[in-house]
């Protein structure tokens, strides 16, 4: 049986209030903040307003560190509760021109800018030339850079709220030793599919206007393109970009079969998030054997009844930026 604990602060003061039907903790790998909900009672005691601190341990675990968005309450005192970690923050829009910066520069420069707490970002080495954002979100300015990332370098970053400390990370430093199976868990939806973002011809074309001529950049499978049938992805590209590296990258991430897995009630584990990945054990599923990691697209967390299970959405061969 986890134990819980849930602690608001509101001017200076601390209530741990009187948690009704269970808590919620969800998290998402990309351009979705943290989300926290709850019902407490209102006694008459536990004091907060919209804005103030909450924070959430599980075990003395601390799982989440936000704030107060929403309050709901009915004719029988309960209020309702809906709190986002700093990531919702990145709601806020503005324009921004920026050159030869980093997606993990970027995401320093927005948290100094709007005073928002960075823990341990890591650096994503592709230098983007140069963006113009006008009205967007900081999230999508961010997870455009990610996205340019990935494009060029093959390498996916998850950005997420490390209880208070906005963090960046590379999926690969993210596999947990976690293992979920049909005994674990008490459903699932499998699928996999060629009919998105799935490609294996890759053929990318860039002005040279030194030399007068257009450039062409071209990877193709085709043992897949006789299983498949031609998909070919095309594009093109800025003449700072660097084409063969960007063909190889592209390769990388779209040669492969989409593989997608939703997860029903499986045995709780705090470590599992957005962005991590686990290792799903499901024999005999489809045209494979599922033993290997997946990453985890959502997550949704529920503590109720002395309990803690998990439902998640999971991809596998293909990830995106």
Not at 107 to 122: H, P, R, S
């Amino acid at each position: 049986m986890p134990k819980l604990q849930l602690l608001m602060t509101n001017e200076g003061e601390t209530y741990q209030p009187l948690i009704e039907e269970g808590v919620t903790w969800e998290t998402d790998r990309m351009g979705t903040p943290g989300k926290l909900t709850f019902k407490v009672l209102a006694d008459g005691i536990v004091n907060f307003q919209e804005g103030n601190n909450v924070v959430f341990s599980v075990d003395d675990t601390m799982i989440f560190n936000g704030f107060v968005f929403t309050k709901k309450r009915d004719k029988n005192q309960i209020i309702t509760v809906t709190a986002y970690d700093q990531l919702r923050y990145l709601k806020n829009k503005d324009t921004m021109v920026y050159r030869n910066k980093k997606a993990s520069e970027v995401i320093q420069k927005l948290a100094a800018d709007f005073v928002l707490q960075a823990g341990d970002i890591e650096d994503t080495g592709f230098v983007i030339p140069v963006r113009v954002e006008e009205n967007t979100t900081l999230m999508d300015v961010i997870q455009t850079a990610l996205h340019l990332t990935t494009q060029h370098s093959g390498n996916v970053y998850v950005l997420y709220d490390d209880i208070g400390k906005i963090t960046l990370r590379n999926i690969e430093s993210m596999k947990l030793n976690v293992v979920i199976g049909e005994g674990s868990a008490e459903n699932f939806n499998y699928s996999s599919s060629i009919d998105k973002d799935t490609y294996n011809r890759i053929k990318l074309s860039q002005k040279n206007e030194e030399k007068g001529r257009t450039e062409i950049f071209i990877v193709e499978d085709k043992v897949k393109q006789n299983e498949w049938g031609l998909l070919q992805y095309y594009e093109e590209i800025d003449s700072d970009e660097n084409g063969i590296v960007k063909v190889e990258a592209l390769n990388k991430l779209h040669n492969q079969k989409r593989r997608s897995l939703s997860i029903q009630h499986a045995i709780g584990d705090i470590r599992v998030r957005g962005g991590s990945s686990v290792i799903i054990h499901l024999p005999k599923l489809g045209d494979i054997s599922l033993q290997n990691y997946m990453l985890v697209d959502k997550v949704k967390h529920t503590f109720k009844d002395s309990q803690h299970v998990m439902d998640l959405t999971l991809r596998g061969g293909l990830i995106r930026g």
